[in-house]
């Protein structure tokens, strides 16, 4: 529900929600909400979680943003790892993945300025349906469509 002035609230449970491979990918604020100026998501990643390839946006940073568990990113050549409350940012133009190399789920925010990632969980919804393993190579296939290269190109 939005208030007169464009406001609204998200609940616990709310939100437009993409399942990939058995995780859950919800948009608690999309872009067409903000004007594009930005959209956050809440993922769960499950235990040993290998990653997505390292990628780089040039028109897209990330704020990643632990509510539980232990998440990995790499940004360029560095590599952080964090539990709840930890927040790490991957500034657009440079290489980065993240993983969850714990045995336990990792859920976590992703602020990202801009907007325009949603068709691409589309397509990874409808590539991975239910518990469909997660191919690396298919995930790299489609991520090469919306503003993002293969980091051994750029960054």
């Known amino acids: 529900m ?7 609230l998200v609940r616990p449970g709310e939100g437009k929600t993409y399942s990939i491979g058995g995780s859950p990918i919800v948009y608690k604020v999309r872009g067409v909400e903000t004007g594009s100026r ?3 998501t809440e993922s769960t990643l499950p235990p040993d979680f290998g990653g997505v390839p390292a990628h ?7 704020a990643f943003y632990v509510l539980e568990g232990e998440l990995t990113v790499r940004i360029g050549d560095e590599v952080f790892s964090g539990g709840p409350g930890s927040c790490m940012f991957s500034p657009r133009g440079i290489g980065h993945a993240f993983s969850n190399h714990a045995s336990a789920p990792c ?3 992703q602020i990202d300025s801009g907007a325009g990632r949603e068709p691409f969980f589309e397509e990874l919804a409808r590539a991975f349906p239910g518990d469909t393993p997660i191919d ?20």
């Open 56 to 62: 780089v946006h040039q028109d897209t940073d990330h």
């Open 2 to 8: 939005k208030t007169m002035h464009g406001g609204f």
């Open 136 to 155: 690396r190579k298919v995930v790299g296939e489609i991520l090469a469509r919306y503003d993002t290269q293969p980091a051994s190109s750029r960054g």
């Open 107 to 109: 859920r976590y925010l």
């Open 38 to 40: 930005f959209e956050i």
